[in-house]
């Protein structure tokens, strides 16, 4: 079956510029999760969606950032007014219950000029 | 593409046994390697990393890894586990050529029974 999707696997952009990040997870999985990896960092948790609860915005870095989930399957991450710290990878991952095993998908790499 | 093969899909340990996950990847080129754990009822969070020197990287909470270049091979270790332990390891791979992208493995399930 199909798995975590993402898109675009790659996006260049110039700093000031707005950006949308997509992620299409598993089917029927409930639970969706963005983070982002850094260049020699660790994974950042970000937002966490599970069903149709207010998600856990707790990791978004600053309201430049903003996520949404429309109909409980398709994720939008955006980023309003890129700078060249939200350069980074960007992962998405899904999960059938909630907080249970992850799947992830292959990253978007985010590269801010 | 680069892939990343966890074989051990659950491991079952009593407490005090070693442990070693099995972690391969498939690109030949220089490498970020990560352990990451999912306890229960968490996020993922970072276990240990290896970027370049000493292969045997030591992280959190007793945990090692050793980075076998010509084995493609990048195991993680503790010598003696705790019923604490028990949670989801993700291993990762980031190659530092082409889209720079980080790719996990599939997750090893470890139950450690007290």
């Known amino acids: 079956g199909a798995g975590v999707s993402q898109s675009p696997s790659n996006k260049v952009t110039e700093k000031g510029k707005d950006v949308e990040l997509r992620c299409d997870p598993i089917?029927?999985?409930?639970?969706l999760y963005w983070y982002r990896q850094s260049l020699g960092q660790g994974l950042e948790f970000l937002i966490y969606?599970?069903?149709?609860?207010?998600?856990?915005k707790s990791g978004l870095p600053s309201d430049r950032f903003s996520a949404e989930r429309t109909g409980g399957s398709v994720s939008t991450l955006t980023i309003q007014r890129t700078q060249q710290e939200d350069s980074a990878v960007y992962l998405c991952?899904?999960?059938?219950?909630?907080?249970?095993?992850?799947?992830f998908g292959p990253g978007t790499r985010l590269t801010v000029l | 593409a680069q892939s990343v093969s966890q074989h051990n899909h659950h491991v079952i340990l009593s407490e005090a046994a070693s442990l070693e996950l099995g972690c391969n990847y498939s690109?030949?080129?220089?490498?970020?390697l990560f352990w990451y754990v999912q306890y229960p009822g968490q996020h993922l969070q970072l276990l240990l990393k290896?970027?370049?020197?000493?292969?045997l990287v030591k992280g959190i909470k007793g945990f090692e890894a050793e980075f076998i270049k010509s084995k493609f091979s990048f195991n993680l270790r503790k010598p003696s586990v705790q019923w604490s332990d028990t949670a989801e390891y993700f291993c990762?791979?980031?190659?530092?050529?082409?889209?720079?992208?980080?790719?996990f493995g599939t997750g090893t399930r470890l139950t450690v029974i007290p």
């Open positions: 991952a899904s999960s059938p219950i909630p907080l249970g095993r992850q799947f």
């Open positions: 089917s029927g999985h409930t639970a």
């Open positions: 969606f599970q069903g149709n609860s207010a998600p856990d």
């Open positions: 690109y030949g080129g220089t490498v970020n």
């Open positions: 290896y970027f370049s020197g000493d292969p």
């Open positions: 990762a791979v980031r190659d530092q050529t082409g889209a720079n992208n980080l790719f």
